[in-house]
């Protein structure tokens, strides 16, 4: 079965600073990759997904992704953090059997001054 | 303005009681989910749908049931058999397949 891994539970980051939050994943062949956002008490929204071709994905809210197959990773990447980035961020593998989504754990950032 | 809603946004029972949670969504969408989210654990899935009449349990069912009466609609009741159903509730929808879900804004459910 497929798994996502997010080692870093929390992360705190000092406003305009680069970001740069890990997923590894488990899967046989070519994984269907997702990152999304939320924000306290509210749903999840996509940041961006992977599903082939060029390996640096780009997103919304100017984030990127790259999914490095050697490694299992796809990483989440922002080159300048805002107080706005402030969230819980999930990283997901689409599940080939059931269609359905299997996440991580999460990653909360939290944004310094 | 297209979307998924879930009502209540917050929602408080006794325990014993059976509950249900809404999830409409006006996207045309043939899958549908529903995730329970505890503090800590992501979002585990609970039941889900490709095509109306049609659903099948995720990794967390018991305790829960849902329906797929109309493409547009989800509702999970959470039953008394549930033994800790204080949680965040998530429903989302999406194309099916290799395509991504959206998400609705969620139901945070106190049982007490």
């Known amino acids: 079965a497929q798994s996502v891994t997010q080692p870093d539970i929390h992360i705190t980051v000092s406003e305009g600073a680069s970001l740069e939050l890990r997923c590894n994943y488990s899967?046989?062949?070519?994984?269907?990759l997702f990152w999304y956002v939320q924000s306290p008490g509210q749903g999840l929204q996509l940041l961006l997904k992977y599903f082939s071709g060029d390996t640096l994905v780009q997103g919304i809210k100017g984030f990127e992704a790259e999914f490095k197959r050697s490694q299992s990773s796809f990483n989440l990447r922002k080159p300048s953090v805002h107080w706005s980035d402030a969230a819980e961020y999930f990283c997901a593998v689409r599940d080939t059997g059931r269609r359905a989504l299997t996440f991580g754990s999460g990653t909360r950032l939290q944004v310094q001054p | 303005d297209g979307g998924i809603t879930q009502s209540p946004k917050y929602l408080f029972r006794k325990e014993g009681q059976n509950v249900t949670l809404s999830c409409e969504q006006n996207l045309n969408h043939d899958a549908m989910y529903w995730y329970r989210q505890d503090p800590g654990q992501g979002l585990r899935l609970i039941y889900y749908?490709?095509?109306?009449?049609?659903?099948q349990k995720g990794d967390i069912a018991e305790g829960y049931s849902v329906s797929r009466e109309k493409k547009e609609s989800f509702p999970l009741t959470v039953t008394s058999a549930q033994k800790n159903p204080t949680a965040f509730y998530l429903c989302?929808?999406?194309?099916?397949?290799?395509?991504?879900?959206?998400f609705g804004p969620g139901t945070r459910l106190t049982v007490t």
């Open positions: 749908s490709q095509i109306v009449n049609d659903f």
């Open positions: 899967y046989g062949a070519t994984p269907y």
């Open positions: 989302a929808s999406g194309r099916g397949g290799v395509y991504e879900q959206y």
